[in-house]
């Protein structure tokens, strides 16, 4: 999809890979709008040209007001980016059921929220693409993160199911499903904390920026699924390939947060 002239909603763009996808999108010419809890920093990464709208996106005024608001002033969306997301570092096994519905609140159901919105008017349009940033964790259980992994997957299943359903009006739907990217995201946890090997590894990490670069070479040749950085794709044939020794790996690095619960 050629990405000048084109309608941009981007979720969670405040800051990190949200913020460098406005970035990404507005280099390539595209017009914005943008959703996030901070108005003060939307306004400055989005300028004065693009469209704003503050609010928690797990409710539905919320998410409404945002298409509306982009539909009133450019008559159209031409790609959604559902970036916004949040983590929980607990064991499935006893994580307080409240902060699992949090976090399938905004990870799955607002994603699954938004797309609903702007369908109609991408089928009315024509076409358009959705693109839902999911994760590495949404291709591989890490066993640290099983519940955050968990609506990851659940991610990239309506990701597939939308690209099958909505194929015949000209919408195309892509995942995104980065490794370890340099952003704030371990600040806004629901909960808990990444292993330490993870907190080692942080050396390997991609920027925002690469992410959101990647993000939107995606949406320029209308790929399916983007994993960045590539070498991801490689942790990724190993689980499917030898599953009992990426099991033994993953379990050994998650080992330190289990020997520090209560």
Not at 163 to 190: K, N
Not at 242 to 254: A, E, H, K, T
Request: net charge positive.
């Amino acid at each position: 999809m050629r990405i000048a002239g084109r309608v941009v909603l981007i979720t969670g763009a405040s800051e990190g890979i949200g913020a460098a996808c406005a970035a990404a999108f507005r280099r390539r010419g595209a017009r914005l709008s943008l959703v996030a809890r901070s108005r003060e920093k939307l306004e400055a990464v989005g300028g004065p040209d693009a469209v704003v709208t503050c609010g928690d996106l797990t409710d539905e005024r919320v998410r409404a007001r945002a298409v509306e608001a982009t539909l009133e002033k450019f008559g159209a969306v031409d790609i959604l980016v559902n970036n916004a997301g949040v983590g929980l570092y607990a064991p499935a096994r006893s994580a307080p059921m409240e902060q699992v519905r949090r976090l399938f609140e905004l990870n799955l159901f607002a994603a699954l929220g938004m797309a609903q919105l702007v369908a109609p008017a991408m089928r009315r349009q024509g076409g358009g693409m959705i693109v839902n940033v999911s994760s590495i964790a949404g291709k591989i259980t890490l066993p640290w993160f099983t519940l955050y992994s968990a609506s990851k997957f659940a991610l990239n299943s309506l990701t597939d199911g939308l690209r099958l359903e909505l194929a015949a009006s000209g919408i195309r739907a892509m995942s995104v499903c980065p490794g370890y990217v340099r952003t704030g995201f371990q600040d806004h946890v629901l909960a808990g904390r990444p292993p330490d090997a993870l907190l080692r590894g942080r050396r390997f990490a991609i920027t925002a920026g690469e992410c959101a670069e990647a993000i939107a070479r995606g949406v320029e040749r209308d790929a399916r699924t983007i994993v960045t950085p590539r070498l991801g794709w490689l942790l990724i044939g190993l689980q499917r390939l030898f599953p009992s020794l990426v099991d033994r790996q993953l379990s050994r690095i998650s080992r330190g947060l289990e020997a520090a619960e209560p």
